[in-house]
């Protein structure tokens, strides 16, 4: 059944559309991520424009956010003060993404940056991902009891100036490096229309230290919150969100998020973490590929505005 | 010499049997796009006819007409991806202004034949022709981007030239098949007629027809431009929604 998208301006089968995000629902249900890194470059691949596919599925990704936000605040593992930090310096970072993503586009650039950026950033995060896991995997195999690191250690920037006193995660730590790392993750998640929740987690559990129980929830809360103002400054700046491919999609990935979501209690977490890795390195690879082998066609074209009077 | 050009055009001012007009018609002259809109068919008919107030009973062929379909304008690039230090970059880019985003040339014959190539070239019928127009200065090449633009807007179906998209079905009395895809751009359409007797050219006509997008997408459409706050302030609020509905309902 084809259904038109008024902003994209063109029409799509529903039920692919509600198929792939009913699929992605179900990968960022099992491992706990967004799913935008793998969605928005499904859209463009299937003829969808580059800027409508990334504002639309900055929409996605709140609705497949929401549930689990709400599931982790009801059971009380979100850490609201430290989710206000993370979610006003990245809005901040955002407003800067959005600026980069249009000046990219006005030089010509912006899928170089873009392939680049997801090369460099799943690259690494995949890797880093790939060892930590199949490490925990050996080490499981060899009967080896794995001790969790302690979550109060601190490094030398917990100790910079503007302590702030975090109840629920039990920590004493400088805002700065909070701070900081919500810009980045504003500034990244914008420019390639990604929730950064994959990069967020170990972030928190590895550079903050907060303890595991509050790692996922107080993550979802920022991406929720971010991609929320994300959505509305793409609404605002490029008029680009196509909020009936965003429903359709948010349709199936929250459904799809559920059965994924009850489908990961079968594996075990490193296992999980591993899949993902495998996942993140695909997608990475994929970018390297079209970025060093080069593309099927070398000429492309886009629409830059309307034509007025020549 | 001055006299002869001046008894010539005497000559054709007072000679009836080449004054032929050109009558012609759209199917439709709105295309609706809703919600199940998957594209759509237009046709384009005309006759030709003895001039009007002219003596004439009938005319004689045999005639050609090429139809020139045009869509909204666009600014558009045609860029060329080449590796620099091993990472494949843009690094030509060409600003095609106002350029149509629709154009599709049917004619009853091969172009060459029903004209010159100087007559083609006056008229700016190929789609190459609009590229050189449009082309503005830039990082690059106009002409080979140009022929890029026209190549990946044919595969696209936005640009294309059809030499038995006329059909004569009597004498006179023609008709055109216009196929305007999914992903149409919105906007006024000209569909313009050139008549041809002989490889030249004796009479033309224009027919606008306009595609745009009705009920609840074109409020859609309306909102994302008018009122762009708010459209997004309700897009979020339908994702929050989702989302929690979605927990509730799979709740155990």
């Known amino acids: 059944m084809q259904i038109y998208l008024p902003i994209a301006e063109l029409s799509m089968n529903l039920f692919f559309l509600v198929g792939i995000g009913g699929a992605v629902g179900f990968l960022s249900g099992l491992f706990g991520v967004g799913g935008g890194f793998l969605l928005t470059p499904l859209l463009i691949f299937s003829g969808v424009p580059a800027p409508v596919a990334v504002a639309s599925v900055t929409g996605q990704v709140v609705a497949a956010s929401t549930s689990g936000a709400l599931s982790y605040y009801r059971r009380g593992q979100i850490d609201l003060h430290m989710a206000l930090y ?194 993140v390195l695909a997608v990475a690879v994929r970018f390297g590929f079209s970025a060093i082998v080069g593309p099927s066609d070398p000429y492309s074209m886009a629409v830059v505005g309307l034509g007025g009077v020549p | 010499m001055r006299l002869l050009a001046a008894a010539i055009l005497l000559f054709a001012l007072v000679l009836p049997a080449q004054a032929e007009r050109l009558v012609t018609m759209v199917s439709r002259d709105e295309v609706a796009i809703t919600s199940s809109f998957s594209g759509e068919t237009l046709t384009l008919f005309g006759n030709i006819e003895p ?41 030509q880019q060409v600003l095609f202004k106002a350029f149509p985003s629709y154009y599709h040339v049917l004619s009853s014959a091969v172009l060459t034949d029903i004209t010159s190539e100087a007559t083609l070239d006056e008229l700016d019928i190929l789609p190459a022709d609009q590229a050189a127009l449009a082309a503005q200065p830039g990082k690059g090449d106009p002409k080979v981007l140009g022929t890029e633009l026209i190549r990946l807007m044919t595969e696209q179906g936005h640009v294309g030239v059809n030499p038995t998209g006329v059909v004569f079905r009597s004498d006179t009395f023609y008709a055109a098949q216009v196929s305007l895809p999914s992903d149409i751009p919105t906007g006024p359409f000209l569909a313009h007629t050139y008549l041809f007797k002989n490889g030249a050219l004796i009479a033309e006509r224009s027919e606008g027809f306009t595609v745009r997008k009705i009920g609840f997408e074109r409020f859609l459409g309306q909102a994302s431009t008018g009122q762009p706050l708010l459209y997004g302030l309700v897009c979020v609020a339908l994702a929050l929604f989702t989302g929690w509905l979605g927990g509730v309902v799979f709740r155990r």
């Open chain 1, 86 to 279: 993370l979610v006003l310096s990245s809005v901040l970072g955002a407003f800067g993404g959005v600026a980069t993503f249009a000046a990219l586009r006005s030089i010509g650039q912006l899928d170089l940056v873009i392939s680049l950026g997801f090369l460099v950033l799943l690259g690494s995060v995949g890797t880093l991902m790939m060892i930590e896991s199949v490490r925990a995997i050996l080490k499981r195999r060899a009967g080896i009891v794995v001790r969790e690191k302690l979550p109060n250690q601190h490094n030398w920037f917990h100790g910079l100036p503007m302590r702030v006193r975090f109840k629920k995660s039990r920590l004493y730590i400088s805002v700065l490096p909070v701070l900081v790392l919500g810009l980045c993750i504003g500034f990244i998640g914008s420019l390639l229309g990604i929730g950064g929740g994959f990069i967020l987690v170990p972030a928190l559990v590895y550079i903050l230290r907060m303890p595991g129980n509050m790692v996922i929830g107080t993550s979802l809360l920022q991406v929720v919150a971010m991609m929320s103002a994300t959505t509305i400054l793409h609404a605002v700046n490029s008029q680009s969100v196509d909020i009936l491919l965003a429903f359709c999609l948010m349709v199936g990935g929250t459904v799809g998020a559920q059965f994924g979501a009850s489908a990961g209690k079968y594996l075990r977490g490193e296992q999980l973490r591993a899949l993902l890795a495998l996942l």
């Open chain 2, 51 to 91: 001039e009007a107030g002219s003596t004439q009973k009938y005319v004689e062929g045999p005639y050609h007409i090429i139809v020139v379909v045009t869509g909204p304008w666009q600014d558009r690039v045609a860029r060329l991806s080449q590796p620099v230090f091993g990472i494949w970059m843009n690094t």
